[in-house]
């Protein structure tokens, strides 16, 4: 994902655009080689996957942050630290459910749908589906299992876009010694 | 002030990346003997290694490296002469023999890899305080080995002078290069061992800097 404005003086920064734009060609190339918006959706999830478990290293070298006890704390980082360093903004975070374990994340604009129209016939399709992926990867490596999946949409006519995330267990045979 | 090498352990355990930097390879000493060698040698792990006798900085422990020029391959020669047999004929005298500390093959730095990992593990549980991290620091008097644990379970580890300081933000640099060069090429298989040239570039560039100038510029 493209690293956005405020990492003053790095190279690699790039527009954010050609981001999203890339994003569009491979949803769009996606639509052709598949049957359904099902099977688009599970390719989006698990390319977000695949870049989640990669991306979260880089989360953590850079954005010192130590380890999360709560959940709570995690919906803080992922919000106000995480989006903000990889897409340049901030979603609220509300809903919680009366545990404690299940939250959304509200987003009142998303880059990645920031051109995007969705053609009729395709009301199944989560557009942005790759978040979702690069979610449950990312959390999966410190040790999280949660589940990840868009409730609302812009694209659909919704208000907002709303990522509901619903913590299921902490992955205990995978937490990395002396850290318990 | 110096970086000797550096290992990166992955969280089950396995090396996936090792360097050595250049200029801290193991001295070698030559020297011509006359018949009989006043060494006692003996074959030690397919090696043949000193075994008493220490002289003109051969050290116990020192294993031949090669006899006449020509390199040794365990306890044989390039040449396929097992090499106390070459040691014990004395036509073969005067004889010009190498010594020095053997190398370490890639599957013993892969077994010590894998020691430290259980040594850190071991550390953790045998701590009398709870909530012990594994081990951070091991210092001898001739290195300090430093380990830092991701929260993900991958270790880096550096092995330096016992006087380099500012570890801490070497090794994190060493993380950063890790999630940049190694993550991010997308022919990289997570928890394989790293060939990538871009990140050995990185990485060294990250030692040399430390070397060169201290830690505050890089």
Known sequence: MSRQANRAG??????????????????????????????????????????????????????????????????????????????????????????????????????????????????????????????????????MDVDVRFVQDILKGDNITEIRLKFIKRLEDAVPVGED | ?????????????????????????RPAVEKTFSYPLELVLKVFDEKVTV??????????????LGINGIPAEGRFLKDKREILEVLSSEKNYPINV????????INERIMLASMLHSLFAIGSQLSPEPHSSGIRTMETD????????????????????????????????????YADFALKNPFYSLDMPIRAELFDNSLQSVIEQADKYGISNI
């Open chain 2, 51 to 64: 075994a008493f006798g220490e002289r003109d900085g051969i050290k116990v422990g020192h294993a031949v």
């Open chain 1, 10 to 143: 790095d190279p690699r920064k790039v527009n954010g655009e050609l981001f999203t734009l890339t994003y569009g060609a491979l949803v769009a190339q996606l639509i052709k080689d598949y049957e359904n918006d099902e099977q688009v959706n599970k390719q989006l999830d698990k390319m977000g996957y695949n870049m989640g478990v990669r991306l979260i290293e880089d989360f953590l070298a850079r954005a010192n942050t130590g380890r999360c006890n709560d959940f709570r704390e995690t919906a803080d980082v992922i919000a106000k630290v995480a989006f903000k360093l990889y897409l340049g903004l901030t979603p609220v975070v509300s809903n919680w459910s009366t545990t404690g374990d299940e939250f959304s994340l509200l987003l009142e604009s998303n880059p990645l749908t920031e051109f995007v129209e969705l053609p009729p016939g395709h009301s199944n399709l989560n557009y942005s589906n790759l978040l979702c992926g690069a979610l449950r990867g990312a959390l999966e490596m410190v040790q």
């Open chain 2, 98 to 105: 190498k010594f020095g500390r053997p190398p370490l093959s």
């Open chain 2, 1 to 25: 002030m110096t970086i000797f090498s550096v290992y990166i352990i992955n969280k089950a355990g396995s090396l996936i990346y090792h360097y050595d930097a250049p200029n801290t390879t």
């Open chain 2, 142 to 177: 001739t290195f300090k080995l430093h380990c830092h644990q991701t929260m993900t379970g991958v270790k880096f580890v550096i092995i330096t002078d016992p006087k380099q300081g500012h570890v801490d933000a070497i090794l994190k640099k060493m993380y950063e290069a």
